[in-house]
């Protein structure tokens, strides 16, 4: 049997409910964005008061039907919003849709709440949980309106577990909070000694490092027809020799300055040689290869 999610007293929506008289019901949308902000919004008429709460009208809001099953199922509930003059919305300043294009409701949490009351009742008498989910993937927008998929929380138990495997490379990615390392104490300058081959993929320069210290580094040039153009470093020769993975959209000049970051290929004695970072290395080298365990 199912419970009131809240009642202006003890039964008195299964009374409403089992009197067999007119009801009044509306939908109840709280919206719990990953920032911690709570929207809660009706898709009736006018603004609603229960529980404490105030639901405004915010966006014009349809939803796609619910159901209930038995077993394991996940539930996919479609809100569709759209805004205009008569409904226009906002949040945090932002206007909704261009919110949410920047990924606002993303892993967002919304519930589904519906609220009755009689004839006679100025406001809801209680309400019960209809559906709670999470947003599952980025909306559909247009310049009207966005669809969210939500999706029911069993959806969790799809996750691969464990969310990280063991792996003899690094779990980290160079340059990152846990990694630690800062690109500012690794980035290098440097200039273009020789023009670009035809491709535009390959250039000297007067780097002194050794070979393929910037293997899978990032270049970025600062003058010439490349400038603010960065490419990810293919190879790096000893004699300063840089090929780069995708052609450059102009050719490289003599004299063109750049400045380079060193790549990182997750290996530990990378970790340990090149960056001195080794307290930070993520990665499990001496667990036995699978063909090697006895």
Same mark, same amino acid.
């Given at each position: 049997?199912?419970?009131?999610?809240?009642?202006? =007293?003890?039964?008195?929506? $299964?009374?409403?409910?089992?009197?067999?008289?007119?009801?009044?019901?509306?939908?109840?949308?709280?919206?719990?964005?990953? =920032?911690?902000?709570? +929207?809660?919004?009706?898709?009736?008429?006018?603004?609603?008061?229960?529980?404490?709460?105030?639901?405004?009208?915010?966006?014009?809001?349809?939803?796609?039907?619910?159901?209930?099953?038995?077993?394991?199922?996940?539930?996919?509930?479609?809100?569709?919003?759209?805004?205009?003059?008569?409904?226009?919305? $906002? #949040?945090?300043?932002?206007? +909704? +849709?261009?919110?949410?294009?920047?990924?606002?409701?993303?892993?967002?949490?919304?519930?589904?709440?519906?609220?009755?009351?009689?004839?006679?009742?100025?406001?809801?008498?209680?309400?019960?949980?209809?559906?709670?989910? &999470?947003?599952?993937?980025?909306?559909? #927008?247009?310049?009207?309106?966005?669809?969210?998929?939500?999706?029911?929380?069993? *959806?969790? +138990?799809?996750?691969?577990?464990?969310?990280?495997?063991?792996?003899?490379?690094?779990?980290?990615?160079?340059?990152?909070?846990?990694?630690?390392?800062?690109?500012? *104490?690794?980035? $290098?300058?440097?200039?273009?000694?020789?023009?670009?081959?035809?491709? &535009?993929?390959?250039?000297?320069?007067?780097?002194?490092?050794?070979?393929?210290?910037?293997?899978?580094?990032?270049?970025?040039?600062?003058?010439?027809?490349?400038?603010? #153009? =960065?490419?990810?470093?293919?190879?790096?020769?000893?004699?300063?020799?840089?090929?780069?993975?995708?052609?450059?959209?102009?050719?490289?000049?003599?004299?063109?300055?750049?400045?380079?970051?060193?790549?990182?290929?997750?290996?530990?004695?990378?970790?340990?040689?090149?960056?001195?970072?080794?307290?930070?290395?993520?990665?499990?080298?001496?667990?036995?290869?699978?063909?090697?365990?006895?």
């Amino acid at each position: 049997m199912r419970t009131a999610l809240w009642e202006t =007293s003890t039964g008195a929506l $299964a009374a409403l409910l089992n009197s067999g008289g007119p009801l009044n019901k509306c939908d109840l949308y709280t919206i719990t964005l990953q =920032s911690g902000t709570v +929207l809660r919004w009706t898709s009736f008429e006018m603004p609603v008061q229960g529980n404490g709460q105030v639901w405004a009208l915010g966006p014009g809001i349809e939803r796609s039907r619910c159901k209930w099953t038995v077993g394991v199922t996940v539930d996919t509930l479609t809100l569709t919003l759209t805004t205009d003059a008569s409904r226009p919305c $906002a #949040i945090a300043g932002t206007p +909704l +849709l261009a919110y949410i294009r920047a990924r606002g409701f993303v892993n967002a949490t919304v519930q589904l709440d519906r609220a009755f009351w009689g004839a006679g009742d100025t406001g809801p008498v209680g309400a019960l949980n209809w559906f709670t989910g &999470r947003v599952a993937d980025m909306p559909d #927008i247009d310049r009207y309106g966005c669809q969210i998929a939500v999706k029911s929380e069993l *959806s969790r +138990l799809n996750v691969q577990v464990p969310r990280e495997q063991f792996s003899a490379q690094c779990a980290r990615t160079v340059y990152d909070a846990e990694c630690g390392i800062t690109t500012a *104490s690794r980035i $290098a300058g440097g200039a273009t000694t020789s023009a670009s081959s035809l491709g &535009r993929t390959q250039f000297s320069t007067n780097l002194a490092q050794a070979v393929g210290y910037f293997d899978l580094g990032t270049i970025t040039f600062a003058s010439g027809a490349n400038a603010g #153009i =960065s490419r990810t470093v293919k190879t790096h020769l000893g004699d300063g020799t840089i090929t780069v993975l995708s052609p450059l959209p102009s050719p490289v000049a003599s004299g063109d300055t750049f400045s380079i970051l060193p790549g990182c290929d997750g290996l530990q004695s990378t970790c340990s040689n090149k960056f001195a970072n080794l307290p930070h290395f993520k990665g499990q080298p001496y667990i036995p290869q699978a063909e090697t365990v006895t």
